[in-house]
């Protein structure tokens, strides 16, 4: 438990989003996205998905809020046409992250927050017990918590860490989850138990979890490993 | 001519390309403005576009009839059955959704401190990082407007009631002993740690008839649903030595705690101002579970066990010697168990609970026995009917059954009263700005065998988007003082009767909230001694008593608070106004009561110290004079106090030691060893003595500080906030 107050501190600190990891939700190329390797869903939902996720992929934080708002109602609207399908609700619900992290004020990204957790709500009821879920649980609670650290980090804290920990139970072998941990870990001073210090082996571990990692299909979640990319860089 | 041609070719291209037909229209708030980025699309299908920066969509379809769904963040979703060969375009108005922001909430006579709600004056975290309130909650509650400062007694003195006239409810249930046992003019602290709680609601008046039995105010307290810490901890600071454990499951948790306190260490290095014969030393434990049954439900218990010993010489003027010699033991046992649950996606909930308190004193005076205890058990429940738009129906019961013991000199007195309450409680809103809460409370007390029935009306209405004014109207009752129904038991209830006017705004967090009220009190207790005034505080009542007394209260408090001005610095600035007279008691005339100081003013400042990770508050106060009783004086209860002011700081500073976690904290007070005055008493007019010699009674100790730190041991540690 003691990220919780890594977290709490760390959050006091961070004056730059620096929570705002930049979007890119593959970890390579797009392209791969179009071979049809796809287990389930009809041709139209493997269609529409890729489409949505290379817009999404062609989004950064610089985007406009407009772009990134009509990726998650892309994703709503396909969510709607399958619901039996709890990846199109997944993306909406990291697009609403990642909106989180650019309201522009508290109240406008609790706004897109709650956005956020009816999706991933709507995800659970299709998937439980689904680690990509749990971490996508985690990251918005991190999210709430950076919204106003130090009067959030009691209640979102043990969130945040119950994510990650049922993530690890569901597939340890997940890398986003060391992707969470170790880069709030790398923003936590070191005299709290953060720094390079203790994030480096926790952000290694989630590029070796990368080069291991294979994702269900070409639809499934592949963000994480450009984000930590500047981060690594410190670790030298 | 040309566009439209041209729009009108392209249209029947596509038409007769695929069949399909094309959706065009506008989507706007009641008001008519553009919503741009809302999302239309066909139920169950891909169809659907997002809508532009005018608020315009466009899209195609191969449907004849489907149902068009449009949602936009923050406004309720829109659905209609469509036939899309109508080559109209429709035009969507969606309706905000009611929020924190946008709907008016009841507010006057209450303060809150919640994590749960955004919009909150305090945060529970402000309860410990205040300076000045040394992790006491009540200490925390007397910095907020409509309170009065008595430093000589305990409790809570809220807009001209007395201590007595607030209870603390945890949970729902009242805490029969909620402070430690009071010594001769010293203040005790609350027995219950700040961090115990995720929410506090501390109400200055017109409260909801959900609590009874209190004639000023409540103080809400609700328990956190799980720990937050994990492991073992150790905690050691100049007054005591604690040990603490937490554990958690997936839906259950654990917490145990025990200490050892004994204020040798402390007061070898502040200086008192008390003849301590015995010096307070006390040790205790708690045990807290929490249990949840199901997705819903959620069960609690709590239980703690505690036991203190002190002895002093404290000043009483009606001794020869000048001081009398005062011993106690306090054992104090309280448990409560509680179970909430809710049904039907939430439309039904259910707050149950079940509390039981045993409190012991054996106290002497010289050599004369004032032991007394008390017990209380206590059932309570209620179901709330959640009903469509945000309106709700309440209804409640209670029941307790309390003992009172006390030896006056030798002489045993008891007292047992049952007591069963029923409340009920709509809420309604007239649209999003207008709300009104109609509650109604009728109680039964078995030892005055009397009914009394309380209306409540409380309605807000939003002057703007960030304020609103408030108004409420109450009527209260409370048993009166179980030392009156020793000798009569046909007493009636005293009463007070409640009316506020609250305006607040809340914007950019700034919060700015001033508050008049005028409070009628009636039927309050008067005795008849056929004595001049005995202003001995530990006097026992003993002449007859009535109903007869009367009085009032009245003034305004202003609250603002500033997080925004000064990068990084969080201020407030509280002021309280308050003019009040009563006729009760032993007065032969109405008059001032002596815990009334007519000025309160307190400014609180806190700083995170980013560098030294370390965190640092200034607490200023000011109390105006209080009256006191001056037998010389023929004008009862005309004479002042001088002014009481303190100035104190605090700060914690976290660190590690071999990879454990470490909290040191620090904290003066009144920096400025202002020797405050709390009150004057004056010696009996004796025989052939000296006449009639005034003592001052101030408090413990002037200038002191405080020291202390705590570790986790667990590699999982996580810091103890209630030690920051």
């Known amino acids: ?211 291991t990692f294979k994702p269900a299909n070409d639809l499934a979640p592949m963000w994480g490993q450009k984000q930590i990319e500047p981060l690594l860089a410190k670790c030298k | ?75 309720e979703p829109f659905s209609k059955k469509i036939s899309i060969g109508q080559s109209t375009p429709f035009t969507i108005r969606l309706t905000e959704t009611a929020n924190e922001l946008n709907t008016v909430v009841i507010t006057a006579g209450s303060f809150e401190a919640s994590d749960e709600k955004r919009m909150t004056m305090l945060k529970p975290m402000d309860i410990v990082t205040t300076a000045g309130a040394n992790a006491d909650i009540t200490a925390a509650m007397n910095l907020l407007p409509g309170t009065q400062r008595v430093g000589e007694q305990t409790g809570l003195f809220v807009r001209g009631g007395s201590g007595e006239e607030a209870k603390v409810v945890i949970d729902g249930m009242i805490v029969q002993n909620p402070y430690f046992s009071s010594m001769p003019d010293l203040q005790s602290r609350g027995r219950f740690q700040p961090f115990m709680f995720k929410g506090t609601s501390f109400s200055t008046g017109g ?82 579970y929490r249990l949840q049954p199901s997705k819903t439900g959620m069960l609690k218990f709590y239980g703690m066990y505690s036991n203190s010993r002190l002895g002093m010489n404290f000043i009483d003027p009606s001794n020869e010697t000048g001081k009398t010699a005062f011993n106690q033991r306090n054992g104090n046992f309280f448990t409560t168990s509680t179970y909430t649950d809710s049904w039907a996606g939430g439309r039904w909930s259910l707050n149950s609970g079940l509390s039981y308190s045993y409190d012991t004193d054996a106290t002497t005076f010289d050599v004369y026995d004032f032991g007394r205890s008390s017990e209380r058990l206590q059932g309570r429940a209620v179901l709330t009917r959640l009903l469509p738009a945000n309106n709700s129906l309440l209804l409640g019961t209670e029941a307790s059954r309390v003992t009172y013991r006390n030896a006056v000199a030798g002489t045993q007195y008891a007292l047992h009263d049952n007591y069963g309450a029923v409340f009920v409680e709509s809420q309604t809103y007239l649209g999003r700005n207008l709300a009104v809460q109609l509650g109604l409370r009728g109680e039964y007390s078995s030892v005055i065998s009397r009914f009394n029935l ?82 001995n505080p530990y006097r026992f009542p003993i002449g007859r008593t009535d109903n007869s007394g009367n009085g009032y209260a009245q003034g305004f408090d202003i609250f603002w608070r500033d997080q925004k001005t000064i990068k990084g610095l969080d201020y407030w600035v509280t002021y309280s106004y308050v003019d009040s007279k009563r006729l009760f008691q032993q007065f032969a005339v109405a008059a001032t009561p002596t815990f009334i100081s007519n000025h309160n003013i307190s400014l609180i400042g806190k700083r995170y110290f980013e560098k030294i990770s370390t965190n640092m508050g200034l607490t200023y106060t000011i109390s105006s004079g209080r009256p006191y009783y001056n037998p010389t004086n023929e004008n009862f209860l005309a004479d002042r106090t001088p002014m009481v002011n303190n100035l104190s700081f605090s700060a914690s500073h976290i660190t590690r030691i071999k990879k454990n976690l470490v909290v040191l904290y620090t904290s003066v007070d009144n920096i400025l060893n202002t020797h405050n005055v709390f009150t004057y008493r004056y010696t009996p007019d ?11 009674v101030g408090p413990q100790s002037y200038r002191s500080f405080f020291v202390g730190g705590m570790i986790m041991l667990s590699k999982k540690a996580k810091v103890n906030v209630n030690d920051l």
């Open chain 2, 207 to 288: 409260y909801s008839a959900q609590y009874g039995q209190a004639l000023s105010s409540v103080l809400l307290l609700n328990t956190t649903d799980k720990t937050q810490n994990e492991g073992l901890g150790v905690s050691i600071n100049l007054a005591n030595a604690a040990l603490s454990y937490d554990h958690a499951t997936e839906n259950s948790s654990i917490s145990a705690t025990g200490y050892y306190g004994n204020l040798k260490p402390l007061f070898s290095l502040v200086r008192q101002n008390m003849d301590w014969t015995h010096v307070p030393e006390f040790a205790g434990s708690s045990l807290t």
């Open chain 2, 454 to 535: 309380a209306p409540r009306i409380s309605m807000a209405y939003k002057t703007g988007t960030f304020s609103q004014v408030s108004l409420a109207y109450g009527q209260f009752y409370q048993t009166p003082d179980y030392r009156y129904l020793y000798h009569n038991t046909s007493l009636n209830y005293e009463r007070a009767d409640h009316l506020i006017l609250n305006y607040q705004i809340i914007k950019n967090k700034r919060t700015f909230r001033v508050e008049t009220f005028y409070k009628n009190y009636a039927q309050l207790v008067r005795e008849f001694t056929g004595q001049p005034h005995d202003a």
């Open chain 1, 1 to 211: 438990m003691k990220t919780i107050l890594i977290l709490a501190i760390t959050a006091l600190v961070a004056t730059s989003p620096v929570w705002a990891q930049p979007i890119q939700t593959g970890s390579t190329s797009a392209g791969s996205i179009q071979t049809g390797s796809i287990q389930t869903g009809s041709d139209q939902y493997k269609q529409a998905m890729s489409q949505a996720i290379s817009t999404m992929q062609s989004r950064s934080e610089k985007s406009p809020v407009s772009d990134i708002l009509a990726s998650a109602n892309q994703f709503e609207r396909i969510a709607n046409a399958e619901p039996k399908e709890w990846l199109p609700r997944y993306y909406a619900s990291l697009s609403y992250v990642y909106l989180g992290f650019m309201g522009k004020d508290e109240t406008e990204k609790d706004k897109y927050l709650d956005q956020a957790d009816k999706n991933l709500k709507a995800a659970e009821a299709i998937a439980p017990d689904n680690d990509e879920l749990a971490v996508l649980k985690a990251y918005i609670a991190q999210s709430r918590m950076v919204v106003d650290p130090m009067n959030r980090w009691q209640q979102y804290g043990p969130l945040f860490q119950a994510g990650l920990e049922k993530a690890k139970s569901l597939n340890a072998n997940n890398p986003r989850i060391y992707v969470l941990e170790g880069s709030s870990l790398m923003y936590t001073p070191e005299q709290f138990g953060g720094g390079p210090g203790n994030a480096c082996p926790v952000l290694k571990q989630a590029t070796e979890k990368f080069s």
């Open chain 2, 1 to 75: 001519m040309k566009p439209v041609y041209f729009l009108f070719l392209l249209l029947g291209v596509t038409l007769s390309a695929s069949a399909q037909s094309t959706l065009t229209g506008r989507v706007m708030d009641q008001k008519g403005r553009a919503l741009p980025g809302a999302n239309v699309f066909l139920q169950g299908t891909y169809d659907g576009a997002n809508t532009d920066s005018t608020g315009n969509f466009r899209f195609t379809s191969a449907k004849d009839t489907a149902t068009l769904l449009v949602s936009y963040i923050g406004y």
């Open chain 2, 686 to 696: 004796r025989n052939g003595g000296p006449g009639q010699t005034r003592y001052a």
